[in-house]
């Protein structure tokens, strides 16, 4: 196992109803002056963001609201978040939504302090040393941004989707989860939350970290719970427990508690990150295509981890001297579940017949450098071999 440092500062705040403790809970972290961020309206049409105006209203902090975030989403919001902070005196974020308002939040968060262009964090020219604070009230189970110190944005200007990391001063001060909001997710938003949730504990537990037990059964267990849970959710999309059990998995698949030690990997997200900004895809779905084929090239150049996941989370019977095989019967069994939910596991199903994938690859290398990855560093000759392995 490797040395680390783990702080987790979010205070996580579960269960019914407790979207009305917002306003307490803002009051607790210093906010004076809010910026409440959402989407695309879901949380009007539900009538969340009028209940969380009546709390913010009981404790007399004062708030403006900024709507219209899309998914994937775009610099040009952060900039427009940024500016309008900075005119209205705001002190605190509240992000009310999925990952794409979380991390417009965050962005915003950090660029309102920073004097330059707040994508030099993104691109590595400078780094985030400050941020306003960041709550969060969950609506959907998938990005766990809700415990995460990332955000992901966009820049239109060449379609460069890029992930920022600043757990210093991004994880969100608090965290409301309230598993009922999540009973109006349509049921592709729900799956594939549910499948980039499976494929954030991958890129952890695909690595060739070694003395990792502890972490590595996190990750079974995690992953275990997951396959148990999906089916009821999509069976009844108002059974609680399962919701819950699957909004509790997202957070804890992606807030490091169930990687420490090991050397993380990403590949399959820096090479999804490529297809949802080109073709402004759902990310889980993305996922739900590229992985498998990472997986793949995976069972055959580096079978280790890919023999233990079919062994531990899919139950194929160990035959040592035939590793690739029962690697591949593993992925054949994720496939099948994934298909199960609807999801789709090639880029037909995802819709789009022919992918450009000489595009994919430039930019997946510009963005990411001549090597991709850890649990197998990857040249352009693979990445593109495994783009075309998900056709
Ligand atoms: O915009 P509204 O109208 O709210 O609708 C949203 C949106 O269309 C809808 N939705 C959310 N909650 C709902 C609901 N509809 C009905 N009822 C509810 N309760 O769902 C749609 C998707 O929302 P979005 O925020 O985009 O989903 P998600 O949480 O999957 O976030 C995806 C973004 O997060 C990034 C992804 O790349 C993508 O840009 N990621 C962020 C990470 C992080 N910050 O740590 C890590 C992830 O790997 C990921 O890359
Ligand atoms: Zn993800």
């Known amino acids: 196992m490797n040395n680390f440092t783990f702080q987790s500062p979010t205070e996580f705040v579960f269960g019914k109803d407790t979207e009305n403790k917002t306003g307490e809970l803002c009051r607790k972290y210093g906010a004076k002056k809010i910026l409440i961020v959402y989407g695309g309206g879901s949380i009007v049409r539900s009538g969340l963001l009028q209940r969380i105006e009546s709390s913010l209203k009981s404790v007399d902090i004062p708030f403006i609201t900024m709507g219209g ?7 040009k919001e952060v900039y427009k978040g940024i500016d309008f902070a900075r005119k209205n005196d705001i002190n605190f974020l509240l992000a009310v939504g999925g990952g794409s308002v979380i991390d417009t939040a965050k962005a915003i968060a950090a660029g309102v302090p920073y004097e330059g262009d707040f994508w030099d964090f993104y691109c590595n020219k400078a780094k985030v040393e400050k941020a306003l604070n960041v709550g969060v009230v969950l609506t959907i189970p998938a990005a766990g941004s809700e415990g995460s110190g990332n955000t992901v944005i966009t820049k239109l200007d060449g379609l460069h989707k890029i992930s920022l990391r600043a757990p210093e001063h991004l994880r969100p001060t608090f965290s409301i989860m309230n598993p009922t909001l999540t009973f109006t997710l349509p049921q592709k938003q729900t799956v594939a939350g ?8 991958s890129e952890r537990y695909f690595t060739n970290t070694e003395e990792v037990e502890t972490g590595d059964r996190i990750c079974e267990g ?42 993380e990997c990403w590949c399959s997200h820096f090479m999804e990150h490529e297809i ?14 590229i992985f498998p084929a990472w997986l793949t090239y995976m069972a055959k150049h580096n079978v280790h981890k890919p023999y233990q996941f079919a062994i531990r989370v899919w139950d194929v019977p160990a035959i040592s001297n035939l590793k690739e095989e029962v690697a591949l019967e593993g992925i054949s069994r ?17 819709g789009i017949e022919n992918p450009d994938i000489d595009l994919l690859v430039k930019k997946l ?8 990855g850890s649990y197998m560093q990857l040249s352009k000759e693979e990445t593109r071999q495994i783009y075309e392995l998900a056709l």
């Open 194 to 201: 549910i499948c980039d949730m499976m494929v954030h504990i």
């Open 334 to 350: 994720l496939k099948q579940f994934w298909s199960s939910l609807g999801l789709p596991v090639n880029f037909k199903e995802l």
């Open 69 to 75: 975030i899309q998914p994937n989403p775009v610099d």
């Open 222 to 263: 995690l992953y275990k719970a997951i396959i148990e849970e999906a089916p009821k959710v999509i069976a009844n999309p108002r059974d609680y427990g399962a919701r819950a059990n699957i909004m509790w998995a997202g957070m804890v698949a992606h807030n490091w508690t169930s990687a420490f030690g090991m050397q």
């Open 365 to 372: 290398h510009e963005n990411k450098g001549e090597l991709v």
């Open 276 to 289: 949802s900004a080109v073709y402004n895809v759902t990310h889980g779905a993305g996922l739900s295509v």
